[in-house]
């Protein structure tokens, strides 16, 4: 069976070592490429084309939600996963509006990752 690529947008590198960690042993999953911000993002993301692109919402320069909405504007078929801290309803309700595939919460659960990844996947 064919590894679902994932590309992990985060600017913090614990995030980074958090979600790899959390795929580590799974045959479904590979992480590809770990980003630190918007611009790198669009970017690689143009390169790699992932499968799914895991999406911290506050970062530095373009936030993720302007990040999400600029791939999917370039690619609408793309799965993106908001991973954030940012609890909040009208936080989901963006991450929703700009068609993101789901929402992880921090900190990081992987059971509750891996599940928002197949469904994501699956949409």
Do not use: W
């Not at 611009?39 to 692109?53: G, K, R, S, T």
């Not at 929402?103 to 996947?121: E, G, N, R, Y």
Request: proline share 3%; net charge negative.
């Amino acid at each position: 069976m064919k590894k679902s690529r994932i590309m992990i947008v985060d600017d913090s590198r614990v995030v980074h070592s958090q979600i790899k960690k959390c795929l580590e042993g799974e045959e479904n999953f590979e992480v590809i490429d770990c980003v630190q911000n918007g611009d790198d993002a669009i970017a690689h993301y143009q390169d790699l084309h992932p499968d799914i692109v895991t999406m911290d919402i506050v970062m530095p320069g373009i936030d993720g939600f302007a990040t999400a909405a600029q791939i999917l504007e370039r690619d609408p078929q793309a799965r993106i996963l908001m991973v954030s801290s940012l609890v909040y309803d009208d936080t989901i309700d963006e991450a929703v509006k700009i068609g993101a595939k789901g929402f992880v919460f921090k900190p990081i659960d992987k059971m509750q990752l891996i599940s928002a990844l197949q469904d994501a996947l699956e949409k």
